[in-house]
């Protein structure tokens, strides 16, 4: 049985802005208090794993210890097939210490153009999240969601963050980018939920949080 979430304050182990909103949204239908590991200011730990979950479990171990509170993270990464799935955990890191993200779209696509990957066919890809909440006692539950789809160029909105601008899930006609947060998250009253995030977070939420 997974531990269930009984506190009522939890750190969101993470630095980055687009996703400690939208962990936020995420959990806005809960009550209880989010704080950031930037607003504590933790250390950001290395990411030395080599899978998502492994760095989430780093970052949610990380902050719990430091915090003495429970603490949730999400690990997460643009994995393009014909790249050998890069920038995978390496998302971020692509986008250099400026987090120039511009950069970071400008380098998948000339990977991409130099495979010679020009039909849609050759340019599947996705985005895959792993969420770990810990407690400072050391235990930890995590949860994994994907959602596949195509990299397009050029890219198109200035919605979300990071490679938004450059996806578009199957059977949508806009990107990630041109969506708005709702939708990207696709968890109206039905949704199983759309993005990678919201997957993920619809299994943590039936697991720790609901029922
Ligand atoms: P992390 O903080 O090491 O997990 O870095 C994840 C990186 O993957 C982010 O900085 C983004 O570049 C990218 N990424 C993860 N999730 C998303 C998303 O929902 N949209 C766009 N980019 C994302």
């Known amino acids: 049985m997974p531990r269930r979430f009984e506190e009522d304050k939890l750190v969101v182990a993470s630095h ?12 806005s239908r809960f009550p ?19 899978t998502f979950e492994d760095n989430a479990l780093i970052k949610a171990h990380a902050a719990a ?7 949730l993270s999400d690990d997460s990464g643009f994995c393009v097939e014909a790249l050998n799935g890069e920038p995978g ?23 991409l153009q130099m495979a010679g990957a020009l039909e849609e066919d050759r340019r599947r ?5 792993a969420l770990a909440l810990a407690w400072p006692d050391g235990h930890a539950e995590t949860f994994d969601g ?4 195509i990299a397009v160029w050029p890219p198109r909105g200035d919605q979300g963050f990071g490679y938004d601008p450059i996806f578009k899930p199957d059977d949508h006609e806009r990107t990630f980018g041109e969506m ?4 990207k998250h ?13 997957r993920a977070f619809k299994k943590l939420v039936d697991a720790c949080f609901d029922g």
Do not use: C, Q
Request: proline share 6%; no cysteine; hydrophobic share 40%.
């Open 125 to 129: 890809a996705g985005f895959v999240a």
């Open 32 to 50: 209880v208090d989010l704080v950031s590991a930037a607003e504590l200011n933790l250390p950001e730990p290395e990411e030395t794993g080599t």
């Open 186 to 198: 696709g968890l109206d009253e039905y949704g199983d939920g759309l993005s990678h995030r919201a």
């Open 16 to 27: 980055n802005p687009g996703k400690i909103r939208e962990i936020a949204e995420l959990l």
């Open 89 to 111: 955990v390496h998302s971020a890191r692509w986008a250099g210490p400026d987090k120039d993200f511009a950069r970071a779209m400008r380098n998948v696509e000339e990977r």
């Open 146 to 149: 994907r959602v596949d789809g």
């Open 180 to 183: 708005s947060a709702d939708e």
């Open 65 to 71: 210890k430091a915090s003495g509170l429970p603490a």
